[in-house]
């Protein structure tokens, strides 16, 4: 390979498309996409057309195109670029019949997305499945805006982010310290998002912000960023004590606040702690003869079914947790001013839990 030669190596290709070396020579195995050129029949040497073939596979596979069908469509392109054609329609994901910009809820096919286990899952979650595995940020970023956008937010986390989180954390846990990789910055992207939604959120209303924490020693907090992010959509106010919360730092923080709602998350049996549940549920605050206790939300798979006791709750998903917190809260519109506009935004009062 000398300095002049054209084209770029595998590795250099590789790195530009933010996939592996070795990504790029199974696409050539299974499907033919091979560079048009190779130094001495053994180097490959990858030239423009060869690489725009590649980071069409990479943007097909991303939106959720099964690969087989994106690497047709990606030859194809070549083909067309090698002998200067106009360019075709790109293969689009399956539609669903109700509009041509819907997509089916369900899919029944396991064993695809870019080798994370998914099961039977909305389509938006193999394209961000293969986009994680690739560890290709920049289309990950896409596809998560692109499912707030199309779906909202409950929806984008019940069925597009979570279940793709599920699939990660499963691989990592089957593959030893493979992957741990893909889930950090799946991770990563997806707390971004959800950050953006609640900080473009309305101005959350003036009252008692709604306490949400990881209990002490549970590093999961993606489910309560999301909850942050959903509670300031709904313009609720909160605070977000991310996670590992100390169990004094907690109640202090109770206290401090009044909070109507306390949200507990626990991971694993391991955090689940009802002793320290059941301090926050009886901790009391306010003026003498109106004192009140905040309601407390049990979320997350650790807390054992009998967990719940008086003051207590366990819902059942993010939008359950959602109507809890906001049925806490009450509106009463102001009266309207002299010259029939209203005189402010709306009071709202906390009703008791």
């Known amino acids: 390979m000398t300095e002049g030669s054209p084209g770029v190596s595998t590795g250099a290709v590789a790195r530009r498309l933010g996939v592996s070396p070795t990504t790029v020579r199974s696409w050539e195995q299974r ?3 091979g560079p048009a050129v190779r130094e001495g029949n053994r180097h490959r040497r990858w030239m423009p057309a060869d690489v725009a073939m590649l ?12 690969p087989a069908e994106a690497a047709r469509a990606a030859v194809a392109l070549r083909r067309r670029l090698d002998a200067d054609e106009p360019a075709e329609p790109a293969p689009r994901p399956p539609q669903h019949a109700d509009g041509p910009e819907s997509v089916p809820r369900r899919r029944p096919q396991g ?29 990950m970023e896409g596809l998560l805006q692109e499912a707030m956008r199309a779906h ?16 990660a954390g499963r691989k990592w846990e089957a593959a030893g310290d493979r992957y741990v990789e893909v889930e950090h ?16 959120a309305p101005a959350a209303t003036q009252a008692a912000p709604a306490v949400l924490a ?3 020693g549970e590093q999961h907090t993606l489910p309560l960023e999301a909850l942050a992010a959903g509670l300031a959509e709904r313009a609720l106010p909160a605070r977000m004590f991310g996670g590992a919360v100390p169990a004094e730092a907690l109640l202090a923080a109770v ?17 689940a702690d009802t002793t320290l549940a059941r301090q926050v549920a009886s901790t009391a605050f306010g003026v003498k003869g109106a004192r009140r206790s905040p309601l407390v939300l049990l979320a997350g ?8 006791t008086a003051g207590m709750r366990r819902p059942g998903g993010l939008r359950q947790a959602l109507d809890a917190i906001g049925a806490l809260y009450t509106v009463q519109d102001a009266a309207p001013a002299d010259d029939g506009e209203r005189a402010g935004p709306a009071d709202v009062k906390i009703s008791p839990p």
Request: aromatic share 4%; net charge positive; charged share 15%.
């Open 31 to 33: 499907y033919g996409m």
């Open 55 to 66: 980071e069409e596979m990479c943007r097909l596979t991303s939106s959720g195109i099964p």
């Open 111 to 139: 064993g695809a997305g870019g080798g994370l286990p998914l099961g039977r899952v909305r389509q938006e979650c193999r394209g961000l499945a293969r986009a994680a595995v690739r560890l290709d940020g920049p289309a």
């Open 152 to 167: 909202g937010l409950v929806t984008a986390w019940e069925e597009v982010m979570a279940p793709t989180l599920h699939a």
């Open 185 to 200: 910055l799946l991770s990563w992207h997806v707390s971004t998002v959800l950050r953006r939604a609640a900080a473009t």
């Open 214 to 216: 990881c209990l002490p």
């Open 255 to 271: 206290r401090r606040l009044g909070p109507p709602a306390v949200v507990l998350w626990s991971q694993s049996r391991s955090t």
């Open 301 to 308: 798979p650790g807390w054992p079914p009998q967990a719940a």
